[in-house]
Nanobody
Framework: QVQPVESGGGPVEAGGSLRLSCEAP????????MAWFRQIPGKEREGVAS????????YYVDSVKGRFTISQDNAENMVQLQLNSLKPEAPAPYYC????????????????????WGPGTQVSVSS
């Protein structure tokens, strides 16, 4: 499988928005789970949102519900993450993870579920 590639990160002011994209050829024609993670400095890689490519079912960590939206564009082999109402935080990379099989409601946020990762795209939110 080709590794995912993220894009769309950058600097933004608190309250602003960003749209991240993950291109993952090969994962949009099979049953798979695509997810976005972030890694704030000094902390573990944290699951932010995931989507079942087959059903479109989505999952979110509580801290981003109502602000972030994960979606997919199968024609472009891409998964997007819309980040709205961003809060000030230290610069952090956002990673796209991909795995064959459905996202599991109890496991999608575990980094150990995914064996294919992109190099990340940096998001920096200033106050």
């Amino acid at each position: 499988q080709v590794q995912p590639v993220e894009s769309g990160g950058g600097p933004v002011e608190a309250g602003g928005s960003l749209r991240l994209s993950c291109e993952a050829p090969g994962y949009h024609y099979i049953m798979s789970c695509m997810a976005w993670f972030r890694q704030i400095p000094g902390k573990e890689r944290e699951g932010v949102a995931s989507i079942n490519v087959d059903s479109g079912e989505t999952y979110y960590v509580d801290s981003v519900k109502g602000r972030f939206t994960i979606s997919q564009d199968n024609a472009e082999n891409m998964v997007q993450l819309q980040l709205n109402s961003l809060k000030p935080e230290a610069p952090a990379p956002y990673y796209c993870g991909a795995e064959k099989g459905d996202c599991l409601s109890g496991a999608w946020s575990s980094k150990f579920m995914y064996h294919s990762w992109g190099p990340g795209t940096q998001v920096s939110v200033s106050s």
